[in-house]
């Protein structure tokens, strides 16, 4: 965990942290000036270093770098790595995205390596309030007129019941997860196979977005939602509506000055997508009425509860294993025959030795396909940044340097250089499957922070850490089981999607042994 010291400093705060500053005179948090002055930092103090970079005149240097980043030449990671090069840091200030006219305030200290970046996970030195898409929060109208679990702060009094509810979805029917995914992932890989039998390729985001869907409202609710109103409009109807949250934050492909002015300078009204939305809510409030009840127990009012599920399954969990899924099926058809020949070994010796059954048991005896996995999530993880408003003034350290942040200041992290970080892990931008193997791999976990909180810590009702972070890590292990129990091999094409990678399936080599 990145290290805070609390101190008073003279540091002139930006336009935006003043106001911020102001609005939490209002509120719970206690400032720096409250509380006895306390240092947290018993190991070692780093020189002090004031954070460099600038934001530009008002305006104009967000649009400056609102460009750079969606049009620039190195693309997004080339925005980040410029301004290390330039600034000679790895905590530096900068604008992000989208600014000018979506976001009141673009000014963030970006935190960009692995000793700077947890800081973010301690909800005792940051605020999450309205943070979980960054500098800008979607309207509520896209969410029932609620504030749904992933933009509330722990400090909030409704948070503890919102994520119990989360932690009971994902739990209560348990034992439906493994077999529900064999069986509807099953049917992905039959379609598969009959699409390369056709045309030669077989897109893979397609297949799984319908099965990903369908596996979550079966296993978690019980529903089979093709057989619902919704038929087999459900991924359509939640692309849609993920893209009227997210599109100040996305690069369609669209000409620049239209995808600029249309996506990046106003908001997509939701009244256009209220209809969409409308039929997502009736299914859940049907077909969750279980989880409600338990909710209501918890002391969610039912539609809040609703509109929370219909959150945690449609854009966190759908949203996740639209953009998880097709990245490992890409990061492992680029890693190989011998790879797959090892995975392959793994898998079947495991399951034959558990009556041929894929179970927790034989799951757990199949440590080759968990370090693919976690190496996933490492290398790109899903979620690329996380934001924090800073609760009090406080230095915030990188792996050389002290930088003190002002109470107020945004605190910003781009998690794949966090997670590719050469001062914590050799060979970062390689796709390693094995690196998590033994006790020098699972000391590597704590640096693998996918889930808003290291991979070797548990979700709590006290914290931002995802609820589903075992769940999710479960069903792409399950993914790499189905895959490696049916083919020996397969090769991918790679293209780029504005959710992830797009990856289409060139061809499957059938299990021979």
């Not at 850490?465 to 091999?489: M, N, P, W």
Request: charged share 25%; net charge positive; hydrophobic share 40%.
């Amino acid at each position: 965990m990145a290290t805070a010291t609390y101190l008073s400093f003279s540091v002139p705060p930006t336009s935006c942290a003043g106001r911020q500053r102001r609005r939490q005179a209002t509120r719970a948090t206690a400032s720096a000036t409250d509380r006895p002055r306390e240092v947290v930092s018993p190991k070692r103090r780093l020189p002090l270093r004031k954070v460099p970079g600038d934001y530009g005149p008002p305006v104009v240097g967000a649009l400056r770098d609102r460009l750079e980043y969606f049009y620039g030449p190195g693309g997004r990671d080339g925005f980040f790595t410029a301004r290390v090069r330039a600034h000679g840091s790895t905590v530096v200030r900068l604008n992000m995205p989208p600014g000018p006219f979506v976001a009141r305030c673009p000014r963030v200290v970006a935190l960009l390596d692995a000793a700077s970046f947890p800081v973010l996970f301690d909800t005792s030195l940051v605020d999450k309030t309205d943070l979980f898409t960054g500098t800008f929060m979607p309207s509520t109208d896209l969410t029932g007129g609620y504030r749904v679990l992933s933009y509330v702060d722990p400090s909030e009094p409704n948070h503890g019941p919102l994520k119990a509810l989360l932690f009971y979805l994902l739990s209560h029917r348990r034992q439906h997860v493994i077999p529900k995914f064999r069986e509807v992932y099953g049917d992905l890989f039959g379609l598969m196979e009959n699409e390369l039998a056709r045309a030669g390729k077989a897109d893979f985001g397609h297949y799984n977005d319908a099965a990903a869907f369908s596996f979550l409202c079966q296993a978690l609710l019980g529903r089979d939602p093709a057989e619902s109103a919704l038929q087999g409009d459900g991924p359509k109807l939640i692309t849609k509506w993920v893209l009227f949250q997210l599109s100040p934050l996305l690069n369609l492909g669209l000409p620049k000055l239209v995808e600029d002015s249309l996506l990046h300078s106003f908001r997509l009204p939701p009244a256009l997508v209220k209809k969409d939305y409308d039929r997502l809510a009736d299914l859940f409030r049907d077909a969750a009425r279980g989880v409600v009840d338990e909710g209501e127990r918890l002391g969610v009012p039912r539609e809040e509860a609703v509109h929370n599920i219909v959150f945690a399954m449609c854009f966190n969990s759908f949203g996740g294993m639209k953009i998880l899924f097709p990245s490992l099926v890409k990061w492992l058809g680029r890693a190989g025959a011998q790879t797959h020949g090892r995975l392959a070994t793994e898998v079947r010796d495991a399951v034959r030795a558990h009556g041929g059954e894929v179970t927790m048991k034989a799951l757990s005896k199949m440590p080759l396909v968990k370090s693919a996995v976690y190496e996933a999530l490492r290398i790109e993880p899903p979620v690329a940044m996380q934001y924090g408003r800073a609760k009090r003034d406080m230095v915030v350290e990188s792996h050389d340097y002290g930088f003190e942040v002002r109470e107020g200041e945004m605190l910003f992290g781009y998690q794949p250089m966090a997670t590719k970080d050469p001062r914590v892990f050799a060979r970062p931008e390689e796709y390693v499957p094995d690196r998590f193997l033994g006790e020098d791999g699972a000391h590597l976990l704590r640096h693998v922070v996918w889930s808003n909180g290291p991979e070797t810590s548990s979700p709590t009702l006290q914290d931002k850490q995802c609820a589903g972070k075992d769940f999710v890590v479960l069903i792409a292990r399950l993914l790499v089981a189905e895959l490696f129990l049916r083919y020996d091999s397969f090769d991918v094409q790679v293209g780029a999607s504005a959710l992830g990678s797009s990856v289409t399936i060139t061809s499957l080599k059938k299990a021979t042994f």
